[in-house]
């Protein structure tokens, strides 16, 4: 039997890569999954390539505008029947001109508002409802420039990604011992040909992260990819 059946999960940026490589892994579980993304044709796209399943619903959603966050879970839990179990934060974005001579203040609030806005709110929209019922996965995508800030990344991007990791450890410490797990997952290195539906260690970890929450200890705060492990606060 699936393990996450009867579970209900929302995918942000479910569009492409890791989101729709983790949405198939979800799926493959039994879990009725919601793929958000500001594009529904490449939302389209996606649900085709994986067989148009009857648990599987699309959802066009710009998590940058906290307003159509509210309607985005509200939309999911009416369509897949019940509240959100499990939140893969993935929506994500950066930009051509990263350096920091190039970087405008429009440049810098748009990439702030689609990573790290976009994640809080998602959080704040979600998490009350797994406090109160006591149980909930909520996974970050990261970055390793979530760790470890240089050029590649850019200045905003590597903001985003540290403020993200330090968005789900300090909830994660506050919630603890409230039934509501946060992990952050650091993908080491992806590409759009490994994302492609295909075999990709981070989904796989996602989807084990997921299925073997009854296993992860109460006070489990974050659980990285880079070790498959938990990372844990007294």
Known sequence: MAKLTGKIALVT?????IGAASAQALLQEGAKVAI???????????AKAL???????????????QKQVVTLVAT??????GAIDILVNNAGTNLKQRAFREITPE???????????????????????MIERKDGVIINIVSTSGKRAGPLG???????????AALGLCVGAEEKDNGCAFAISFPVKW???SCNFGPMRL????????????????RCVSWRRSRSTCRFRS
Not at 13 to 17: D, K, T
Not at 36 to 46: M, S
Not at 51 to 56: R, W
Not at 204 to 213: E, H, L, Y
């Open 51 to 65: 067989g148009n399943p009857a648990n599987l619903i699309t959802v066009q959603a710009d998590v940058s505008d």
């Open 36 to 46: 958000a993304g500001r594009d529904l044709k490449k939302l389209d796209e996606v």
């Open 107 to 129: 440049g810098w609030d748009k990439l702030i508002r689609t990573n790290l806005d976009g994640a809080f709110y998602c959080i704040h929209a979600v998490a009350p409802a």
């Open 154 to 164: 850019g200045v905003a991007y590597s903001a985003s990604k540290f403020g993200m």
């Open 203 to 218: 989904p796989r970890s996602i989807g084990n992260a997921c299925c073997s929450r009854q296993t992860w200890p109460r």
């Open 76 to 81: 999911v839990a009416k369509k897949l029947g």
């Open 13 to 17: 940026g479910g569009g492409s890569g």
């Open 191 to 193: 590409t759009r040909r």
